[in-house]
């Protein structure tokens, strides 16, 4: 009987860690009905969701005030039929929270724009329908700067969520001279990057500059690790500083894994194998994953997590002709980490780690395995641990950090001037580690 009792505590013990370990992506599977103010696909049917500015693929979602300039978002439906999408835009505050203003603040024109352009694949295997849709245009213009949300749901039904994407729109109102460098002394000399800088605002009068002021920064364009709420080192006369500041300070990481399929007949580096299976699926097997905690940093170049949608075996569209593959990855490991989870993470993933992305430990391979259902082209990636208890992704154990290698930051600096009840987003910096 004790031995029964024994066996049935474990049992439960067993049943409440697993839960706990996956407490952090639980919030993912809830509820998916429920808006989220960040990128976020509601739809299993849904994927390749990309927004970024009009004029190239590459460039973050963010455009200059008044600047002439549009931003594009395009996605995939998988269900390969003809549905009516409309997209609408929320304004947000500094830290992503819905601002106090209303709609008719912030917007002129129309609030919601029907997806009309949309194209069916042709040629593959996986059959979807192809949406794309930029603004602002002739019949909606945004009023003020700051960071927005836009979110696409179906016609006539703004509570059914499809997708949310961030985007912002910026003044030049700040001057922001920065600088990236080596972190001085300790154990994180040698792995961390620190960025350093200040923000000059003559043209802007601050009542209490320290909470009129928010500071976010980003690495890579990503939001998983950003660093927020930046607190100034030296107030000086229409200027703050942000120097020897610990806030600031980013895992150095390493370049970033890639895999090449914008052939599905050719194998390319990283391909170990290709194939379709009895369903006519194709399936792309990558060689194994190394891990790089210990290695050398070699540079090497690449596009920082992002991905690039292309068919080498077709010369039409690329938004329509690329097909869809099942990527298997596999990373040797000797014994399952007992504290955490490791993820896929990049622009593939939208940055977030949940249960599609999640690595499994196989017994019989002696390692983790993930399977993503992707389209053809190049990626980037990283891959990632999550501790037990933790929100953030630590890429530590899998790819090593150095200070040395390229990584691309972005300064965004947010005004509340007194009586407002929004935050501006005044200035941005880019910069780059390598690009001194």
């Given at each position: 009987m004790?031995?029964?009792?024994?066996k049935?505590i474990?049992?439960i013990?067993?049943?409440?860690n697993?839960?706990?370990?996956?407490?952090?992506?639980?919030?993912?599977?809830?509820n998916?009905?429920?808006?989220?103010?960040?990128d976020?696909v509601y739809?299993p049917?849904?994927?390749?969701?990309?927004?970024?500015?009009?004029?190239?693929?590459?460039?973050?979602p963010?455009?200059?005030?008044?600047?002439?300039?549009?931003?594009?978002?395009s996605?995939?439906d998988?269900d390969?039929?003809?549905?009516?999408?409309t997209?609408?835009?929320?304004?947000?505050?500094?830290?992503?929270?819905?601002?106090?203003i209303?709609?008719?603040?912030?917007?002129?024109?129309?609030y919601?724009?029907?997806?009309?352009?949309?194209?069916?694949?042709?040629?593959?295997?996986q059959?979807y329908?192809?949406?794309s849709?930029?603004?602002p245009?002739?019949?909606i213009?945004?009023?003020?700067?700051?960071?927005?949300?836009?979110?696409?749901?179906?016609?006539?039904?703004?509570?059914?969520?499809?997708?949310?994407?961030?985007?912002?729109i910026?003044?030049?109102?700040?001057?922001?001279?920065?600088?990236?460098?080596?972190?001085?002394?300790?154990?994180?000399?040698?792995?961390?990057q620190q960025?350093?800088?200040s923000?000059?605002?003559?043209?802007?009068?601050?009542?209490?500059p320290?909470?009129?002021?928010?500071?976010?920064?980003?690495?890579?364009?990503?939001?998983?690790n950003?660093?927020?709420?930046?607190?100034?080192t030296?107030?000086?006369?229409?200027?703050?500083?942000?120097?020897?500041?610990?806030?600031?300070?980013?895992?150095?990481?390493?370049?970033?894994?890639?895999?090449?399929?914008?052939?599905?007949?050719v194998?390319?580096?990283?391909?170990?194998?290709?194939?379709k299976?009895?369903?006519?699926?194709?399936?792309?097997?990558?060689?194994?994953?190394?891990?790089r905690?210990?290695?050398?940093?070699?540079?090497?170049?690449?596009?920082?997590?992002?991905?690039?949608?292309?068919?080498?075996?077709?010369k039409?569209?690329?938004?329509?002709?690329?097909?869809?593959?099942?990527?298997?990855?596999?990373?040797?490991?000797p014994?399952?980490?007992s504290?955490?989870?490791?993820?896929?993470?990049?622009?593939?993933?939208?940055?977030?780690?949940?249960k599609?992305?999640?690595?499994?430990?196989?017994y019989?391979?002696?390692g983790?395995?993930?399977?993503?259902?992707?389209?053809?082209?190049y990626?980037?990636?990283?891959?990632?641990?999550?501790?037990?208890?933790?929100?953030?992704?630590?890429?530590?154990?899998?790819?090593?950090?150095?200070?040395?290698?390229?990584?691309d930051?972005?300064?965004?600096?947010?005004?509340?001037?007194?009586g407002?009840?929004y935050?501006?987003?005044v200035g941005?910096?880019?910069?780059?580690?390598?690009?001194?």
């Amino acid at each position: 009987m004790k031995q029964i009792k024994l066996k049935s505590i474990l049992a439960i013990a067993l049943i409440l860690n697993s839960c706990y370990s996956f407490s952090q992506e639980a919030d993912d599977y809830v509820n998916d009905n429920v808006i989220r103010y960040d990128d976020h696909v509601y739809k299993p049917n849904i994927k390749t969701v990309q927004i970024h500015g009009a004029e190239w693929e590459f460039s973050p979602p963010l455009i200059e005030f008044n600047g002439g300039e549009q931003i594009e978002l395009s996605f995939d439906d998988l269900d390969g039929d003809q549905k009516q999408y409309t997209i609408s835009f929320i304004h947000c505050n500094a830290d992503w929270t819905p601002s106090e203003i209303m709609t008719m603040e912030y917007m002129e024109g129309f609030y919601d724009i029907n997806i009309i352009n949309f194209t069916f694949s042709m040629n593959t295997l996986q059959k979807y329908t192809h949406y794309s849709v930029m603004f602002p245009n002739q019949s909606i213009k945004f009023t003020k700067s700051g960071n927005y949300i836009v979110y696409v749901h179906p016609m006539g039904n703004n509570k059914e969520y499809i997708i949310t994407r961030r985007f912002m729109i910026y003044e030049n109102v700040v001057d922001i001279p920065a600088t990236m460098r080596q972190t001085i002394g300790g154990d994180n000399q040698y792995n961390k990057q620190q960025i350093e800088f200040s923000v000059k605002h003559p043209s802007l009068k601050a009542i209490n500059p320290a909470k009129d002021f928010k500071i976010t920064v980003t690495q890579n364009n990503r939001w998983d690790n950003a660093q927020q709420n930046l607190e100034p080192t030296f107030y000086g006369p229409n200027e703050l500083s942000y120097s020897m500041n610990e806030a600031a300070v980013f895992n150095g990481g390493n370049e970033f894994r890639f895999f090449d399929m914008r052939s599905l007949r050719v194998y390319s580096e990283r391909i170990k194998d290709m194939y379709k299976d009895a369903n006519n699926v194709n399936h792309v097997v990558l060689t194994n994953e190394e891990n790089r905690q210990v290695k050398q940093y070699v540079f090497a170049n690449d596009i920082n997590g992002g991905f690039l949608i292309k068919n080498r075996d077709m010369k039409g569209n690329q938004d329509t002709e690329a097909d869809y593959a099942y990527v298997d990855f596999f990373m040797p490991y000797p014994t399952p980490e007992s504290g955490g989870n490791f993820y896929i993470l990049g622009k593939l993933t939208d940055w977030r780690m949940n249960k599609t992305n999640l690595m499994t430990y196989n017994y019989k391979r002696m390692g983790y395995e993930c399977k993503l259902y992707l389209k053809q082209g190049y990626y980037n990636y990283i891959i990632v641990l999550s501790e037990d208890g933790k929100n953030a992704a630590d890429e530590t154990k899998t790819e090593g950090n150095h200070w040395d290698t390229e990584n691309d930051y972005a300064i965004f600096v947010y005004f509340r001037q007194v009586g407002t009840y929004y935050d501006r987003l005044v200035g941005v910096k880019k910069l780059n580690s390598l690009k001194r």
